[in-house]
Structure formats: structure tokens, C-alpha cells
T-cell receptor
Framework: GDSVTQMEGPVTLSEEAFLTINCTYTATGYPSLFWYVQYPGEGLQLLLKATKADDKGSNKGFEATYRKETTSFHLEKGSVQVSDSAVYFCALSDRRTSGSRLTFGEGTQLTVNP | GAVVSQHPSRVICKSGTSVKIECRSLDFQATTMFWYRQFPKQSLMLMATSNEGSKATYEQGVEKDKFLINHASLTLSTLTVTSAHPEDSSFYIC????????????FGPGTRLTVL
């Protein structure tokens, strides 16, 4: 079945540091890939998405590129802020095999210190 | 657009009582709604998937008589935790998906249930 693996956390960075959170996936079909962010005590917010190979999703300074050859969708940001502290979830969905159902990674806790 | 609300945001109840959580899509028609449970510092666990007008599909290990799901309209789904016990205390999150091309789910803000 489909699965998503994220780098283990927690990740602690200083403000303005470069961020990478690794995400790899296995899927039988051609999934769409997502990054969600969860702030404390809240639900999930879509951060960015990519629907086909080589697509780059971007939002609020975050980027991720859909790499089919390495089955990866790593999240990057050039300069993190304290307000980026949250839990980040990588996820995939394959409409042809599972409709709108999402498969989530384990989540990565990011803490950014001033 | 694509806003999903949940009510209540927090609820505390006594053991043995039932609790209903509402999930509404405010500005789109949700053909499918999902209910998740999240334990502290863990990922989301899918409990069930519901399509408007039909019975919910429960994930393995989730008691359908314990967690009653109703999806009566294209904008409302409810989760009722029946005869709640302390082990049911958790963060419950719903999401909704419409007829979009790229499988996007929109998430509610979550409901914190505490059973005393």
C-alpha cells in the first residue's frame, strides 16, 4: 500500500537558518503530494502541494519539488522564523486508487528559536 | 474559500455520556468527509470516511457502534462518541473534500474531547 516516511524530529533551528524536512513516499499509482502544517491546538492547514512529477509547490517561502525518480518531496525554506514553529506533515493522495484519502507521514516538530 | 468549521472546539464530559461533534463545510459542497483522531505528538489516524447520503466506511479497529457518523447533507457531518470513557479523550479532526481534481482535503480546527 501507499506510505509516507518523514525525517524524524524534533528539529530545532535558530531564526534565519535554512530548513530541510525530508519526505519520501511509496505509491503504486501517480499520487498528488502535500505538505500540511499544524500549529499547537489547531487543525491542519495546507502549506503547499504538487500534482505531478517535477512540479514545485511553494507558499510563504516554503518550497517542495515532486521528484519521481527519487520518490521524494522534501520541504525547504531558506530562512525560518519563530512563527514557523509547528508540526509539519507530508502526505500523499492517489485519486485513482484511493479517492481523496490521504496517507500521512509521522509529522516533524519544528522549533525555531530567536 | 474552502473553510471547514468544527463545533465545539473543546468539550468536557462525564464518563458514560455521549458527545456530538459537528463538522461543516462553509463555502463548498463536501461530497466526502473524513474523521481523524490524533493523540499527543502523533500523526492523524483516520477513523472513517463518509459520503453524503450513505453509510460511513470505518477503518479497521474503529468501533462503528462507538463512533457514530452521520453525513446527512453536503455541508454537515457529525461524529457522536457514545458512552464515552476516559480512553476516548483525544483531539478529533474532520476534513472535507469536494469535487476537486487534485484530491484536496480541507481540515477543520479540531475538537479537544476530555472524558472525566
Amino acid at each position: 500500500g501507499d506510505s509516507v516516511t518523514q525525517m524524524e524530529g524534533p528539529v530545532t533551528l535558530s531564526e534565519e537558518a535554512f530548513l530541510t524536512i525530508n519526505c519520501t513516499y511509496t505509491a503504486t499509482g501517480y499520487p498528488s503530494l502535500f505538505w500540511y502544517v499544524q500549529y499547537p491546538g489547531e487543525g491542519l492547514q495546507l502549506l503547499l502541494k504538487a500534482t505531478k512529477a517535477d512540479d514545485k509547490g511553494s507558499n510563504k517561502g516554503f518550497e517542495a519539488t515532486y521528484r519521481k525518480e527519487t520518490t521524494s518531496f522534501h520541504l525547504e525554506k531558506g530562512s525560518v522564523q519563530v512563527s514557523d514553529s509547528a508540526v509539519y506533515f507530508c502526505a500523499l493522495s492517489d485519486r485513482r486508487t484511493s479517492g481523496s484519502r490521504l496517507t500521512f507521514g509521522e509529522g516533524t516538530q519544528l522549533t525555531v528559536n530567536p | 474559500g474552502a473553510v471547514v468549521s468544527q463545533h465545539p472546539s473543546r468539550v468536557i464530559c462525564k464518563s458514560g455520556t455521549s458527545v456530538k461533534i459537528e463538522c461543516r463545510s462553509l463555502d463548498f459542497q463536501a461530497t466526502t468527509m473524513f474523521w481523524y483522531r490524533q493523540f499527543p505528538k502523533q500523526s492523524l489516524m483516520l477513523m472513517a470516511t463518509s459520503n453524503e447520503g450513505s453509510k460511513a466506511t470505518y477503518e479497521q479497529g474503529v468501533e462503528k457502534d462507538k463512533f457514530l457518523i452521520n453525513h446527512a447533507s453536503l455541508t454537515l457531518s457529525t461524529l457522536t462518541v457514545t458512552s464515552a470513557h476516559p480512553e476516548d479523550s483525544s483531539f478529533y479532526i474532520c476534513s472535507a473534500a469536494g469535487a476537486t481534481l487534485y484530491n484536496e482535503q480541507f481540515f477543520g480546527p479540531g475538537t479537544r474531547l476530555t472524558v472525566l
